[in-house]
């Protein structure tokens, strides 16, 4: 991305897109009584509470009423639907790991079968995006904990804590190719969760090669282990990479969520917050909500004098809706220089 002069004014920079994770997967309601969302109708307020706070985009997973993380596509098709009849206009990003919670005490933290997530792009009704990783890492999501993060939390038991330690992401080339493939022939936007510069590098190729043909949609996940640390030059390098025309988000955890989106605000970036991400305040006195943080969130973009998007901007920010019909008008539309045609030409060949 290219900073020019006044690049930090908030006229000069886009209305800022909220995402809330607020499902919590990796978490337990007994973490966070009275927060973390069971009954369907209180997964669908819940969606209801995060849009009215100011959040456009709802990163969305389902529990069954055992609270735990559920597997089943019939209750995300319900739990869509229920969203869509409460808040339509509402951004709804389906975690493409369906759920990464143990089934079982103990059990390895892993996320569903190939075959299992492709069916996300038969949701009905579908999506506006699903969230794709590129490349298969470690994804040991406690890292950046400290052990007061997981104090009186179902984190404390080892075989919890193990079992998100030793988690990896399944990504590999083949899967990933298809699964852009089916989400694209679906009309659902894949939102790519970019976990250094070499998972954006392999996005870029594959937009470079046909595979993606749309906007450029993602997320800088900043959670370290095995995924880029939270800091400046982690995030700089990365910035550098993505093109002018990508919608970038950025995200991370724990005590990490507020101050990395604080730069995100500051550079004209967008947003994530959550329980999913976060269950404490900044002292670690208390807990803090979804929708609390996402009302930090407008506070301080508010300081900043950066107006929050409201759900049709969210949509044109995100280019929801909308695909390409060559490599060609892909990378021009997305910021990127063209694909060589007889050399090395870079950026200065333009697209005919």
Known sequence: MNFLDGHLFPENQQPLVITAAPYAPS??????????????????????????????????????????????????NELIAGVRERVPEMIIQVGGSISFAPETDGAAAKWLSDDTRHMLAELEPKPDQVTVTINTSQMNILEQFDARDIQGTSMEDPAVFNAYKEMTVPAQPGWAEEHIRRLSAAGIQSAFQCYNINSFESVERLMRRGIYKGPLALNWVAIGGGMDAPNIYNLANFVRAVPDGA????????????????????????????????????????????????????????????????????????????????????????????????????FLRKAA
């Not at 100011?54 to 209750?75: F, I, M, N, P, Y």
């Not at 947003?271 to 002292?283: K, Y």
């Not at 695909?323 to 063209?338: H, I």
Request: proline share 3%; aromatic share 6%.
């Open 247 to 346: 919608m970038l988000t950025v995200e991370s955890s724990v005590l990490n969520v507020l101050p990395i989106n604080m730069m995100g605000i500051a550079l004209g970036l967008h947003v994530r917050c959550g329980t999913e991400d976060n269950l404490w305040n900044q002292t670690r006195t208390a807990k803090i909500g979804t929708v609390a943080q996402i009302e930090q969130l407008v506070r301080i973009a508010g300081e900043f004098g950066r107006p929050i998007a409201t759900a049709q901007q969210a949509r044109e920010i995100c280019k929801i809706g909308v695909f390409y019909d060559t490599v060609e008008e892909t990378l021009l539309a997305n910021g990127f220089a063209p694909n060589r045609n007889g050399g090395q030409q870079g």
């Open 27 to 76: 978490w337990v309601p007994s973490d966070f009584p009275g927060e973390i969302a069971v009954t369907m109708e209180e997964q669908i307020q819940k969606a209801v509470d995060c849009y009215e706070a100011g959040a456009t985009v709802l990163h969305l997973h389902v529990r069954e009423l055992d609270g735990k993380g559920s597997k089943r596509l019939s209750k995300f």
